[in-house]
Every structure is written in C-alpha cells, then in structure tokens.
C-alpha cells in the first residue's frame, strides 16, 4: 500500500512542478500557458468556472501519469535518483512531444475559448518543459523513496 501512495504523492508533485513551470513562461508572456484554465474550460466550455475542473483534471493525470511512468520503470532493474531522473527526463520528454504535437495541431483549433485557441511553438515548448520537469519530479521521488511495482516484472515475464 505504501508503494501506491507514494506513486500518487509522486504524481501530485510532480503535476505542482509542471504547472509551475508552465505558469513561468505564460507570466513571462512567452507563451498562452495557462493549462490548467484551458484544460477546465474544455469542459465547461468557458473560461469562468474553469479553474477547479482544469486543476482536478490536471492532478488526476498527474496521478495516472506517475503510475503508468513508475509501472513502466519496474519493467528494468532500474535504481537510484540519477537514473531515475533521467529516465523520468526521456520520458517526460517523449509525453511533452506527443501532447505538444496534439496541442497545438489539434485540440487548439477547436477550443471553446477563443484566447486558447492561437496555441503556437510557445505552447508547445511550454508544455514540452512542463512534462520533461514532471518525469524528472517522478522519478526523482520514485529514486528516493525506491518506488517499484514488484509484479510488474511477472507481468512481463516470458513464459519458459
């Protein structure tokens, strides 16, 4: 049980980190980075209201996020704070690509609220830091407090 919480603290963390990295370049005015408004108002279809739903939103990713990145790791002999952040670094780099890529081809465009919907290379250099800050947050915890999914190696394994 104690690996699961530690695996949701991870995500809440790290999904903190994100945000705050996101929120340094939006109030730098570099990029329209306010994910977590933009996010909620997907939902809500407005900007008012948004807020709450785009923060509970975005901590239940986190949280997800943090056990399919953890889940994977376990797949390795994978040990230490380095190796972890850097795994978490690949990975949260790889995750900021793919949601950068589809952010701003794609889910910008449509966008109910019309001062989401101009979502450039600033948006997506954003959001690709935002998640290379988050894999490394998670595997930093994951590295410190030596989280693991003991099954998932006999999930994996071949059959013999």
């Known amino acids: ?18 945000s705050a990295v996101m929120y340094l370049f939006h109030w730098g005015s570099f990029a329209e980075a306010d994910m977590i408004r933009a996010l909620g ?8 209201d948004s807020l709450i739903v785009g923060a509970a939103i975005h ?5 997800f996020f943090a056990f399919v990145y953890i889940g994977t790791w376990s797949m390795f002999p994978l040990e230490g ?3 972890l952040s850097l ?3 690949v990975g949260g780099a790889f ?9 701003v081809s794609t889910v910008s465009q449509h966008h109910p ?17 935002g998640h290379i800050a988050y894999g490394a947050t998670v595997g ?3 590295g410190i407090y030596h989280i693991k999914f003991d099954f998932v190696p006999d999930l994996v394994a071949l059959p013999s």
């Not at 108002?41 to 008012?48: A, D, I, P, Q, R």
């Not at 901590?59 to 949280?63: N, P, T, Y």
């Open 59 to 63: 901590l239940v990713s986190g949280v």
């Open 113 to 129: 609220v019309e001062r989401f919907r101009n979502a450039g290379i600033g948006v997506g250099v954003a959001h690709f830091v």
């Open 95 to 103: 995750h900021g690509l793919v949601v950068s890529f589809l952010l």
């Open 41 to 48: 108002s997907l939902v809500t279809k407005k900007e008012e």
């Open 81 to 83: 704070v380095q190796v």
């Open 140 to 142: 930093a915890i994951a």
């Open 1 to 18: 049980m104690e690996t699961y919480t530690l695996t949701a603290i991870a995500g809440v963390a790290a999904t903190i980190v994100m």
């Open 87 to 89: 795994f978490g670094v």
